[in-house]
């Protein structure tokens, strides 16, 4: 006999597989829209990982605490502590203005004002604390770091830099982190049903846009 209750398990665990299926998809476009990184410029190149570096190194935690201010399952919160630990703990910013600095690509002025738009624009969603949908936010964006790393790395290695632990590291623990903060969403998921209305991907097409952004700033938009 099928209940009230199976049908809505069963909606809820469709609504989950649709969101991750969107979230991987998105992942794989943007990957397939970045220019071939032997064909940027020096110029592209430090830019590229100058805003990447203006962006991520006084953001990601704070992003990432916002979803653990966001979430109600003790699954979902548990998940996100242990990514911010060992945030703080191996001090991945330092990663960051290392592997920066080598690349000569510390960021400027100008590499801040080329992603405030879009990087206020994530900040003040983030601020919204709707659990589902910074966790849809920070899974697409651990999937595409993982993926971005070797990227990132030829850019710096394009610059002269033999400084790679930065990209090294995400490399490999990104890919625990993404499937870490799927299992979190399915279980915010559970516990906080989506409405009909809400767009679940309104943080990953903010985010996507200030990623597109790094790459390719439009300075005619600022």
């Not at 991907?201 to 600022?222: K, M, Y």
Request: with cysteine; glycine share 4%.
């Amino acid at each position: 006999m099928t209940t009230v209750s199976s049908i809505t398990e069963n909606a809820s665990q469709a609504l989950e597989t649709a969101v991750q299926q969107d979230v991987e998809r998105a992942i794989e476009d943007l990957m397939a829209w970045l220019p071939d990184s032997k064909e940027v410029s020096s110029d592209q190149r430090r830019g590229i990982i100058a805003r990447y570096s203006a962006v991520l190194e006084g953001n990601f935690i704070y992003w990432m605490t916002g979803a653990y201010l966001a979430v109600s399952s003790e699954e979902s919160r548990s998940i996100i502590i242990e990514n911010l630990h060992e945030e703080v703990r191996d001090s991945h910013p330092r990663m960051l203005r290392e592997f920066a600095l080598a690349a000569h690509a510390i960021p400027t002025d100008h590499d801040a004002i080329a992603v405030h738009r879009d990087l206020t624009n994530v900040r003040l969603f983030v601020g919204r604390l709707s659990g589902v949908q910074i966790l849809a936010m920070m899974a697409f964006f651990e999937g595409f770091i993982q993926k971005f790393m070797a990227y990132l790395a030829d850019l710096a290695a394009a610059q002269g830099s033999a400084e790679f632990v930065y990209t090294d590291v995400h490399g490999v623990c990104d890919v625990a982190h993404t499937a870490g903060l799927f299992r979190a969403l399915g279980a915010e998921m559970a516990l906080n049903p989506a409405e009909p209305e809400e767009n679940l991907l309104e943080g990953v097409n903010l985010l996507r846009t200030l990623i597109q952004t790094i790459v390719e700033p439009d300075s005619t938009q600022r």
